[in-house]
Every structure is written in C-alpha cells, then in structure tokens.
C-alpha cells in the first residue's frame, strides 16, 4: 500500500514516515507543491496526506486535480487551520478526513486504516486480528465467535488499539480519539481507565487472552501476535 | 458640574459682585448730592432764623422755638466757636410712634445777650422713600439683567461648545473592536478641529496596531502548531521504544503532558483571536433546542460518571440567527463549566426559552467577583485541569454574535443567563 506525504515540516514528515512505514506502507515525502503536483501526475497512490499550506501552493488545488484526474487515492487533510471553512471546503473537493495539527500519530494512523478499510472493501467485510474478529460496519467484536457485548464508547477504544497494534498508545491520545478535542472536560483519564478495565473483563469471560498492557502510566499497548 | 453651568456660576457670580458694587457706589454718590443739598437748606434758613432772632426781640423767637419741633434752643454758657455743626439723629415721633431720620445744624449765637445754642431741623423721611425707590429699581435692574445675560449666554455657549458636544458624543460611542474608524465633522472653530484632527489621527494609529497585534496572534498561534506537531508526535515516536528506565519515564511523560496542554492552550487562544478578527461574520439560522439536545447526548457519559442528576426543559425548535460554529462552541463551553465546575452529587438544571437560555448548577461558592470567571487565564480552582479561557471565549462569543448573558450565584446555585433575538 502506497502513502504519500505531502507536508512541508520536514520533521514532521520524518516521523509519519516512520509511524506509517513501521505498518507496512510504503511512504514517499513531498515537501513542496511542485514536488507534490508531479508526483501525483506519474505515480499512483493509495492514500494521499495533505498539508493545506505548502510552499508554492494551495494543498486544496492538489485535491482539486486527483478528483479531476479520477484518482481513487484516498485522501487526509492535515492542516494547522481549524476551521469549519476550510473543513467544508476540504470535504466538498472531495477529500475522505481531516485531521488537525497538532495530531496524533495513533490517530492518524487509525483514520488511515478504516480509510483504506472503507475504500478497499467497500465497509462490508470483517477482520481478524489475534483472536479478535472484527465487523466494522456493524460495529460488532467476536472472540471465538463469541460475540462481545460492548459499549459504544468502548467498541471505539477497542478499534483504536486494533489500528495501532503494537503501539504505545497515550492516554491523551485515547482520550481525544474517544472523545475528541474535548477530552479534558471531567477527569477523562479516569474514565478510559474504567472503559479499559471492562474491555479486558469482557474479552477475559469470553475466553480471549488480556492483551492490553499498561505502560508506564503513559498509556496502554495493545499486544496481539 | 457641567461646563456650561461652571461657566455660568463664574459669568453671572462676577457679574452679580460687579452690580452690587455698583449700586453700592451709585446710592453713596446720591446720598452725598442728597446731604449736600439738605446742609444748603439747612443752612440758608439757619441764616434767616438768625436774622428773625435777631430782629425780633429774643422772647417771642423762643415762644415760636417752643412750639416748632424743628427749632430748638437751650442756654449754654459761652460761645465756643463760630462754625456750624451738621449731624443726623432719630427722633420719637408721636404720631408715627417710631423714630424719623432727622438732619440738623446747631449754631451757637448771643440772643439778648446770652449765649445760646439753636438747632434747626428737617426730616429726611422723603429721602428714605426715594432710597426705597432706587434700590427697588436697581434690583429688579439686576435682576433683568443677571436673567437675559444667564439666556444669552446660555445660547451662546451651547451653540459655540456644539462641535466639542459632538466630538465627546462620538468619541464615547465608539469601539475599538468594531468595523468603522471614528468619523468627525468639521466645526469651524480652530481649537475643535485641531482636536478632532488630534483625536482621529490617535484613533486610526491605535486601531491599526490593535489590529496588527490581533493578526500578529492569530499568525503566531498559527505558526506555533506546526512545532508543536513535531513535538507531541516525536515523543511519540521515543515512547514507540520503550527502552527507558523509570526517571525517563516521568521525565517524557512530563514533557508530552506539557505540549498537550501548550496545544490545547494554543487552539483557545487562536479561536480567541479568530473571533476578534472576525472569522466567523457568516450567520446561518442555529437550531437551539437540536444543538443543545445534541450536545447534552455527548456528555451523557461524563454527567452521569459524576453522578449530576439533570432536568432539562428545552422548548423544540428555538432558533437562532448565529454563526453554527461559534454557538456550538457557546453552548459545549457552558456546558463543560457546569459539568466541571460542578459539586460531586450535584445537580444542572437547563431551561431553553424562545429568547432565553438558563444553566443552572450546584458548584462551590465563588470566592472572588463574578466578572472575574470572565477573564483570560482565570481560573476559581488553580488546581484544576482546565485552562481558564472557556469564560472568556463565551464572553467573546457574546460579544460576536451580539447575545447578552448574566452570570449570578444565589442559593448555592450558579446561574448563567443567556439572551438572543429568537427567531420565528
């Protein structure tokens, strides 16, 4: 699977680069408009990360020229303005997701994933992940084709340790994805602790193995083979 | 005191003192040119009482002397000077049963060959009334004249002070933070628009740096993402390692939760800024009661994790002409306060009216002046996690969309009100 990335910070694009590569993506870097614009003419890509603001351009005219070139690259808008405008804006051309600086990697790379999941198979397939099968549309969790009866909220932080298999996940990053931007409003860190808490009970009694470990009180993994 | 009415006391008090004066020196001139003339005739008819004394024989003088209340002797025993003698006395009238100013001469003659002393007398009881006159005249002379002048003036300073009555009125209505510089007219008169010249030119350069510095924060805020970016994700890509001991932990856990905080810090400010930078003119019909029932769903989780019990009465369909963006942002960063701010067990009552939002919560007292929730950076519990600018992004946000909100604390209850123009 291809990304390519289109962000002017270099380091920034670095440690995507890195996140993104570790998940088995092959990642290219375009640091400039120009760059970027030529790219997009001669190679295909899955997925395409978009800085709005690039040296020599608008990162909206790049989405502007995939959709008029009929591209099926899926397309993210990482943009440091956070606004309802450029969001519309962003959407209307025909982008799938926006995400604003300052982000988390986790995150991006759960957007990413239900992207390609969306894109490839229509949303209509289910996965497996250790002994965890997953039916994304549904929002429906099976262990040994037991079916877990899960909360909203924790199908969500369940689905956000999937994406991130492997990976340290932080509190804030969790917090944010369940609950976004405003995850500060009551202690929200004491409520991820309760939803985790119940996800390994639930995935214990229907006989999965606890796969969720703590880290450091940084944050949690999620360790499936 | 108000400048034409200062200028009136000084105006009229100076005049008042002048006319006194006057009249004072006025009645002293008449009294004088009175007494003169009185002395005269005193004096010419002193002469021919004398002449009569002397022609007729002494006896039957002071007969008549005896009878006359004007004229009048008695013996002395020698003459001490030839000259005459004026001075003024009361005497007791009988008839009026009050004493009558009187002005007499004495003189000092040998009547058949004796020295006596003859005094001749005139009433001044006419002259009184004509005093009378004139201070009754003088005074309502004053009078008309300390009225037309105080009219005059009056006129007079209100049509000259008018530019600068003009100038004060525009100058106090106007805001920095809003469209249109200040715009005075011409007044005709040097000194005022050298001062509209002076407060216009003041106004434009303070606009423009306060505008300036509002972009330069918009800008900064802006620019300041992007480093954080690298920040929160390249920690995130040492944590991925996991090869620290326990200090390392502590020490990048510190450091991340700092630069989540910085961020989130950064994004209320920016929003701040774009607010007073206009951002968000665009105004679409807001759904109330939809949005409100919304964001009530979105914090189900937390309200009940805190054990509030909730009542809320939202009357269906209340709209209003408002940015979506910024009401929804009005309304979630009410909401939070309620929540966070909230006692453990307490209570938020919600009652959306056509016109009229009330959120109602339990919450500590506060200990410092309401208008202080309302500051940047002002936070009634420093140990709390929130960042002290939800208040103030309200009040900008009301000041925005031009809504009017009140914030009270009674019965261990505190209230926020909010104001808007409902539409139909």
Redesign the interface.
Known sequence: MKVLIIED?P??AK??Y??LE?EGYICEISATYNQAHQKIHVYNYDCILVDITLPGGNGLALINELKHNHSEAGIIIIS?????DDRIKGLELGSDDYLT??????ELNARIKALMRRKQFKGDREFQIGNLRVQPLEKRVFVNDKELNLTG?EYDILNYFLANNH??L?K??IAEHAWG??Y????SF??IYVHINNLRKKIKEAGGKDLIKT?????YKFMAS | MKLLAKTQVYYLSLLLVLLIFWSGIFLYAISLVLEDSIDETLYSELQVSIEQFQDNDAESFLNYAKKSSLLDYNYISSIHTKKLFYSDTLLYNSVEQEDIPYRQVHAEIMASGKPVRITLRKSLIEYDDLFSAIIFTELIFIMLLITGMYILNRGLLVKIWQPFFTTLERASEYRLSQKGSLHLPNADIQEFDQLNEVLMGMMAKIEHDYHSLKQFTENAS?EI??P???????I??L??D?Q?D?NQ?ES??DV??A??RL??IN?AL??LA?IENR?FEEKQTVNMSKMLTELLNE?D??IR??KISITAKIMPSNSVSGN??LTEVLL?NLL?NA??HNTGKGEIAIELLPGTLNITNSGKEPEQDLSMYFNRFYKADINS???GLGLAIVKEICVAQSFEYDYSYQNHQHIFTLKFQPLQ
């Open positions: 910070e380091s920034l440690d995507i890195q996140y570790k440091a303005k956070d606004s309802l600086k300052p982000f988390h990697l986790s909220k990976r340290v932080t804030e990053a931007d405003h500060d409003i009551v202690d004491d409520f880290v450091y009180g940084m944050g | 802006h993402q992007t954080l970016s690298v920040i929160i994700t390249r995130e890509m944590l991925q996991e620290f326990e932990w990048i856990k991340y939760q630069a989540n961020s989130r994004k920016l929003l774009k951002h914090f989780e937390q994790q805190k979506e963006e979630r939070v929540i966070r996690n929130s960042l």
